[in-house]
C-alpha cells in the first residue's frame, strides 16, 4: 500500500554529481555524459575535466539512479545529492 502523496520533507528531485573519474576511461565517460546531458563533445569533455559538477538535476530519483549507475559502469564516480 503506497502513501497518497510523498511525505512534505521527502526529497523528490535529484542531481546527479560527478565526483571523479578515472583517467583511463576518461573517453568513455565523455561519452556517457554526451548521451545523457545532449551536449556537444567540447562541452561534455569540459564537463567532465571540472569534475566535481553536477551533470544533471531536477531528476526523479529512478532517472538519476539510472544515470549513476551508467557513470559507474564506465568508471566514474558519481553520487545523488
Do not use: N, Q
Request: aromatic share 2%; net charge neutral; with cysteine.
Amino acid at each position: 500500500a503506497a502513501a497518497a502523496g510523498p511525505a512534505a520533507d521527502e526529497k523528490t528531485e535529484f542531481d546527479v554529481k560527478l565526483e571523479s573519474f578515472d583517467k583511463a576511461t576518461k573517453i568513455k565517460i565523455i561519452k556517457e555524459i554526451r548521451a545523457i546531458t545532449e551536449l556537444g563533445l567540447k562541452e561534455a569533455k569540459a564537463m567532465v575535466e571540472s569534475a566535481p559538477c553536477v551533470v544533471k538535476g531536477g531528476l526523479s530519483k529512478e532517472a538519476a539512479e539510472a544515470i549513476v549507475a551508467k557513470l559507474k559502469e564506465v568508471g566514474a564516480v558519481s553520487k545523488l545529492e
